[in-house]
T-cell receptor, first 115, second 115 residues
Framework: AQKVTQAQTEISVVEKEDVTLDCVYETRDTTYYLFWYKQPPSGELVFLIRRNSFDEQNEISGRYSWNFQKSTSSFNFTITASQVVDSAVYFCALRDNFGNEKLTFGTGTRLTIIP | NAGVMQNPRHLVRRRGQEARLRCSPMKGHSHVYWYRQLPEEGLKFMVYLQKENIIDESGMPKERFSAEFPKEGPSILRIQQVVRGDSAAYFC?????????????FGDGTRLSIL
């Protein structure tokens, strides 16, 4: 069975600080996909990134970067030079390969950027 | 905007009434997924449908909940005889094809409140 753990329930940082959101996953499958979504106060879900299990290269997109480490089953998300607009709930999710179409979500991390 | 359309955005029902939530997938998408987000929790998979077929309903409560995706028209999530515990945000997602590498595009959700 799949499981996604986001141990940090809430994080607060002062604007311009860097912050890392942790995500640890469990799956029996060798092929799987990992995702991060952002849910701002308005409530919609915004897709941020998808990463497959064969690609362990880290990815950077502007102020966002992701660190995928298969050895520790982690897919952490770092925001550099945080801004108030980054305040949101962030969800990590997992999807596996054996005909199981569903996304398994973590419980989310509420990030508050203090101006 | 040709994204996933959910309506209504907000729905208020009294205990015992029926709630009908609609989801129009993105153009060209024939796969629809419903997720439920209880307050302060992550999203939980409910059901996966293709046109006229339920593929996976492992996350659906056994009673009062049903879903359909007819040949014509939107997908409908129906909750009969609603109770206070049904209060949640219900998200719909769609994808063009089957497969874990296919991205799921989410709608803005329907916030269901039970009085």
């Amino acid at each position: 069975a799949q499981k996604v753990t986001q141990a940090q329930t809430e994080i607060s940082v002062v604007e311009k600080e860097d912050v890392t959101l942790d995500c640890v996953y469990e799956t029996r499958d060798t092929t799987y996909y990992l995702f991060w979504y952002k849910q701002p106060p308005s409530g919609e879900l915004v897709f941020l990134i998808r990463r497959n299990s064969f690609d362990e290269q880290n990815e950077i997109s502007g102020r966002y970067s992701w660190n995928f480490q298969k050895s520790t089953s982690s897919f952490n998300f770092t925001i550099t030079a945080s801004q108030v607009v980054d305040s949101a709930v962030y969800f990590c999710a997992l999807r596996d390969n054996f005909g199981n179409e569903k996304l398994t979500f973590g419980t989310g991390t509420r990030l508050t950027i203090i101006p | 905007n040709a994204g996933v359309m959910q309506n209504p955005r907000h729905l208020v029902r009294r205990r015992g009434q029926e709630a009908r939530l609609r989801c129009s997938p993105m153009k060209g998408h024939s796969h629809v997924y419903w997720y439920r987000q209880l307050p302060e929790e992550g999203l939980k998979f409910m059901v996966y449908l293709q046109k006229e077929n339920i593929i996976d309903e492992s996350g659906m409560p056994k009673e009062r909940f049903s879903a359909e995706f007819p040949k014509e028209g939107p997908s409908i999530l129906r909750i009969q005889q609603v109770v206070r515990g049904d209060s949640a945000a219900y998200f719909c997602a769609s994808s063009p094809r089957q497969g874990p590498n296919q991205p799921q595009h989410f709608g803005d959700g329907t916030r269901l409140s039970i009085l």
